[in-house]
């Protein structure tokens, strides 16, 4: 790179950051100003200055948080997904969505909120886990037709509103390389087609976007490559090949900012050397994940900063500050620029414990979250700069730590031994064809049964009874009386549409794993630990931070009473080991394996008391099975050896005319379907219909034999799907799995639907699936 192609004023990288931060605002106000335009009870311009109001806020913030210099701060804001933004700024609209650009080639909120939530004509894009968080984005669709142009320059935008509040951001993009390898073939591209191939092709939009952020006066711009970290479909020297090729035309780019290219969750491995002979003056590593690059690979960094991601942004447990010290010294000492940084972005965690005064003061302690990472980054480039300055903060973080391990209920003597007590029996059940035969002289089900996946719409009427029983305003006899009304009422409801297997609807739940927490030894939940999971969607995870058992039945009740107003079927639903863990901050003191264990072993007693109250069918729920996949295929093998079997631990101890069913959603099915024949559950319900039912190729492919439910109805999307849409799933379906397999359902739950569309759309489920039935008698 020559000194012309240079940025005007180098500007040495910021000594402390993190490489993003809490984006839903800290009492959720994106969401609501986000949902209250889609409501049309808000203009644009409103929701426009809800954000404005967000990112200041967000800026106040880190600065007094200590992230003071030019550029520590990311720009990192979206309104919905950051690929999605940045297929936007790019102009990656598939065809099957007609023109969303205005008259001056832009594409503004309402073409971009398209995108995400599709339109009455159109699916939205689909949707999946990025990487192995519980995020999920939107997956962009590349063809050779796609035409790309600087369609949004929101980035541009967003620094300059930075700017003139007096500060200097760091623009944010994702990179060209994981761009293009998280996006999917279009519709209408040749089968063998590879997105990747159109590198090129991207490349002078992205040229075009650095140039506009240089002339707005941005020093810095982060671009995020952490496909780089995972091993993907696409070969490792391909990916290398085209690291070289995007960052060699982007450091030519006249004017432009310094780059930072961060690659979070995990390693760069093999792609080490390649990105160190880039042109980007900073790369972010993860070192939480990752390991201390050797002396040699450092020394392929000369001239770049390294900014060390010695602070975890993926989870919530205090930083050993002692341990990313010595991680410090080993790069200074082998001659490196370094800087400190997070893992990963801290949008992963909540925003400030301090909030969480309701949890006991010594757990508190043992945490941090978004605000308190940025102050243990403050504190480590302290001690780059003075290690005494640091001395009694790494103290005073050591002592916390080694509380942690004599604290009562983090290990119990009475759980450690019923998991060391555990046999081969405890693991299995008889063969298939033996529990087929059983259940099917037991529940006596039509062809193409259909069910749905377990929750109902939460209605106003039902979040206020919760919120009225937490405030002391209701009894409990009161609320128990109001949810089993709204059982009844969704119970009447599958009734009069004609389902076969039916839900209670889990109104007495507030969410599916945070419900468990409360009733589970070892647990804690938070009040405002809110956690964006897609969009506008948040959670709450709740925190394992002790040896977990059941002290009571927790579902039965519910599960009975429901049962008792049926002759149908009635599911028991409970949530899954992997899930628990996947979606809840979990224990870093012991391997995950065992802690699966024990959440296992406590279902496995609830799932015991169901089949003892008469509940016949009983679907455990792993919807992240493939979220904690690691990203590195060599160590793929033994977390799916150790999550089947937690699965089949819990569900194993059932007798053979009790039918487990388990459910997973956006979990790229095909990618571990080996794992999920392995779970050996009766039937399967899994996401289709958002990816128009790739999966059954899968399921063919594979020669899948017990029941599977691809679903039909996609309920991230506020769209109603015609009766003669979800025939045309159907057909698809029954043409690649035989139809005796065969199962109806939504992808997933209703929770967060409204009554009027999700009655519409499960009419049109059931009347079509009598459609199908009619056409599989009529060629039997």
Not at 156 to 181: I, M, Q, S
Not at 648 to 667: K, N
Request: charged letters at 25%; proline letters at 6%.
């Amino acid at each position: 790179m020559t000194s012309s192609t240079l940025p005007p004023a180098r500007k040495a990288f910021p000594t402390a950051t993190i490489l993003g931060y809490p984006r839903i605002g800290r009492r959720r106000e994106l969401k609501k100003a986000v949902e209250a335009y889609w409501a049309g009870k808000s203009s644009a311009a409103e929701l426009e200055a809800a954000a404005e109001g967000i990112q200041l806020a967000t800026l106040r913030r880190l600065t007094e948080l200590g992230l003071t210099e030019p550029s520590a701060i990311p720009g990192t804001f979206s309104y919905y997904d950051q690929v999605l933004d940045t297929a936007v700024a790019l102009g990656a609209v598939p065809a099957r969505f007609g023109e969303l650009h205005d008259a001056e080639g832009r594409l503004g909120l309402d073409a971009y909120f398209t995108l995400a939530r599709g339109n009455a004509e159109q699916q939205p894009l689909e949707m999946t886990k990025w990487f192995d968080t519980n995020y999920h984005y939107l997956v962009p669709e590349i063809g050779p037709e796609t035409s790309f142009s600087l369609s949004s320059e929101r980035v541009v935008d967003e620094f300059r509103f930075a700017k003139a509040n007096g500060v200097v951001t760091r623009p944010y993009l994702v990179g060209p390389v994981t761009f293009l390898l998280l996006s999917k073939p279009s519709d209408g591209a040749p089968a063998d087609f590879d997105p990747l191939t159109r590198l090129e092709d991207v490349l002078p939009v992205y040229a075009e976007l650095l140039a506009r952020l240089g002339e707005a006066g941005a020093e810095w711009v982060q671009l995020d490559e952490p496909a780089l970290v995972a091993d993907l479909d696409t070969p490792a020297l391909e990916v290398s090949d085209a690291v070289e090729r995007a960052y060699a035309a982007l450091a030519s780019v006249a004017g432009r900012p310094q780059i930072l290219l961060s690659a979070p969750y995990g390693g760069l491995g093999a792609q080490t050397a390649v990105v160190a002979a880039t042109g980007v003056e900073a790369v972010a590593l993860d070192l939480f994940k990752g390991a201390v690059p050797s002396a040699e690979e450092l020394g392929a960094f000369a001239g770049k900063t390294l900014v060390a991601g010695v602070v975890d942004g993926h989870n919530i447990w205090r930083n050993d500050l002692a341990a990313s010290a010595a991680k410090l010294d080993a790069l200074r000492a082998a001659g490196a620029t370094v800087a400190v940084g997070t893992s990963t972005s801290a949008f992963h965690v909540p925003h400030d414990v301090e909030e969480e005064t309701q949890l006991d003061a010594q757990l508190r302690s043992w945490l941090a979250f978004a605000d308190q990472k940025v102050a243990e980054v403050a504190t480590l480039a302290s001690y780059l700069a003075d290690p005494a300055s640091a001395q009694a903060a790494i103290d005073e973080a050591s002592r916390v730590i080694a509380s942690r391990a004599e604290a009562p209920g983090v290990r119990r003597t009475e759980v450690r031994e019923r998991t060391a007590a555990l046999t081969d029996a405890d693991f299995s059940r008889s063969d298939y064809a033996v529990r087929a035969a059983a259940q099917d002289a037991e529940l006596n089900l039509p062809a193409l049964p259909t069910t749905t996946i377990g929750s109902f719409p939460q209605t106003a009427e039902v979040r206020g009874a919760r919120a009225r029983l937490n405030k002391g305003a209701i009894d409990a006899a009161e609320y128990e009386r109001l949810m089993k009304d709204e059982i009844k009422r969704v119970v009447d409801l599958q009734e009069e549409l004609g389902f076969d297997v039916l839900v209670h609807g889990e109104p007495e739940r507030n969410d599916m794993v945070q419900y468990f927490a409360e009733n589970l030894d070892g647990f804690d939940v938070t009040v405002h630990g809110w956690v964006q999971s897609y969009g506008s969607r948040c959670t709450r995870p709740s925190i394992l931070w002790g040896d977990v058992s059941r002290p009571a039945p927790i579902t039965v009740p519910w599960a009975e009473y429901a049962q008792s107003l049926t002759e149908k079927p009635m599911k028991g639903m409970l949530t899954g080991p992997v899930t628990i863990l996947a979606w809840s901050f979990v224990r870093d003191d012991q391997p995950l394996a065992e802690t699966a264990n024990q959440v296992a072993l406590a279902l496995r007693d609830e799932i015991s008391d169901l089949e003892s109250a008469g509940i016949k069918v009983i679907q455990v729920d792993e919807p992240a099975l493939r979220e904690l996949l690691p990203l590195r295929r060599a160590d793929q093998p033994a977390y799916l050896d150790w999550s089947v079997k937690s699965f089949r631990l819990a569900t194993s101890g059932v007798v053979d005319a009790t039918q487990i069913h388990t459910h997973l959603c956006y979990s790229e099915f095909g990618v571990i379907i080996d794992a999920i024949d392995g779970l050996d559950a009766d039937v399967t319900s899994i996401e289709a219909a958002r990816s128009r039912m790739e999966v059954v190729h899968d399921l063919e492919s594979h020669g899948f034999g017990r029941g599977v439910g691809p679903g039909v109805y996609d309920i991230h999307s506020p769209r109603v799907p015609s009766q003669g849409e979800i025939e045309e799933l159907l057909k698809t379906a029954v043409a690649h799995v035989p139809s005796r397999q065969l199962w109806v359902n939504p992808d997933c739950g209703l929770k967060t639907r409204g009554y009027v569309e999700t009655e519409e759309s499960l009419r049109n489920l059931v009347e079509a699936t009598k459609a199908a039935r009619e056409v599989i008698s009529a060629n039997a």
